[in-house]
Structure formats: C-alpha cells, structure tokens
C-alpha cells in the first residue's frame, strides 16, 4: 500500500507532461485570395450622412494616396458591411467604394511599412479619409498613436498571387 502514493505521482507528472499549450495567434497575416463578392455590402450605390456613394464593380486597377484612420474596440464584435463579424485584431479595413471583399497593400507614406488587408466594411465617413483600417493593422503601420497618416492604398489581384 505504501506504493499507492508515489505511483499516482508519478501518474500525475506523466499525464501533465502530455498536456498541449496552444498559443493563441493574435498575428493574423492576410494572404490574398480569389473570393466571391458579397451579397451583402455591395449595392451599386449607398447614403450616409446625406452623402451618396458608390461600389466600384471591380477592384482591379485602384490606386490611391490619401488619410487613413482606424477604429477598434467600440466596433469589436460588432456585424460589418460584409456581416461578417469585426475582430479588431484581424488586419482588414473599411473602404468607400472597392467591392467586398477584397484585398489591398496599404503602405504608410511617412515610414514606408506595407500591410496587405482584407477589405470588408464600409468607411471611412469622415471628409477627407479614404480607409479605415482595423486596430491591428494601424498598429503594424504605426498608426495608432497618432489616429491618422497619409497612405498609398492598392488594390491587389488575388489571381496573380
């Protein structure tokens, strides 16, 4: 019976060692893919604030310098455009007017950090910005402490990735 005791440690240590830790990825890197657009979030045109926009049919070609802002915790886990859920943590943005979804390289103008996102949401509606960027993506641009930066944003192909 004196046995008993160091056997169940020894059980013990064995099961523990087993265990798996699972690191949780909080690096999600966007990797281009050919997606369908969405039913949702794409309808020719769309108000906001009095102000009318409209959705390209095509990604393909855009090009464009300008404002970028990001938004975060008080959109995490709230629905986007797209009506898939916003994880602030994830590198995608809000566009005016590319389709969703689809894929663009954002380079910070002032440092010249590139980030590629996935666009699935509607914004920035704020004069003079053209993306919005998740918090995740701001904060690998060097964004976050300023709120804004001029940015050159491309639209990508997925099909020549």
Same mark, same amino acid.
């Given at each position: 019976?004196?046995? #008993?005791? @160091?056997?169940?440690?020894?059980?013990?240590?064995?099961?523990?060692?087993?265990? +798996? #830790?699972?690191? &949780?990825?909080?690096?999600?890197?966007?990797? @281009?893919?050919?997606?369908? *657009?969405?039913? *949702?979030?794409? @309808?020719?045109? =769309?108000?906001?604030?009095?102000?009318?926009? *409209?959705?390209?049919? %095509? $990604? #393909?070609?855009?090009?464009?310098?300008?404002? /970028?802002?990001?938004?975060?915790?008080?959109? $995490?886990? &709230?629905? %986007?455009?797209? &009506?898939?859920?916003?994880?602030?943590?994830?590198? %995608?943005? !809000? $566009?005016?007017?590319?389709?969703?979804?689809? =894929? /663009?390289?954002?380079?910070?103008?002032?440092?010249?950090?590139?980030?590629? +996102?996935?666009?699935?949401? &509607?914004?920035?509606?704020?004069?003079?910005?053209?993306?919005?960027?998740? *918090? /995740? /993506? !701001?904060?690998?641009?060097? #964004? +976050?402490?300023?709120?804004?930066?001029?940015? $050159? +944003?491309?639209?990508?192909?997925?099909?020549?990735?």
């Amino acid at each position: 019976m004196n046995f #008993i005791k @160091p056997l169940i440690i020894v059980v013990s240590i064995s099961l523990c060692s087993c265990t +798996v #830790i699972t690191k &949780r990825n909080t690096n999600f890197e966007v990797i @281009p893919k050919v997606e369908k *657009y969405s039913k *949702y979030g794409n @309808p020719k045109s =769309y108000e906001v604030f009095g102000k009318k926009y *409209y959705t390209k049919k %095509t $990604h #393909i070609g855009y090009s464009e310098k300008g404002i /970028a802002s990001w938004y975060g915790k008080k959109f $995490h886990g &709230r629905l %986007t455009s797209s &009506r898939e859920v916003y994880n602030m943590y994830k590198l %995608t943005a !809000a $566009h005016k007017s590319l389709p969703i979804p689809c =894929y /663009a390289k954002v380079t910070n103008l002032s440092n010249n950090k590139s980030i590629i +996102v996935r666009i699935n949401d &509607r914004g920035p509606f704020k004069k003079g910005r053209i993306i919005d960027l998740s *918090y /995740a /993506a !701001a904060k690998k641009l060097d #964004i +976050v402490l300023k709120g804004t930066a001029k940015v $050159h +944003v491309e639209a990508i192909n997925a099909r020549n990735n």
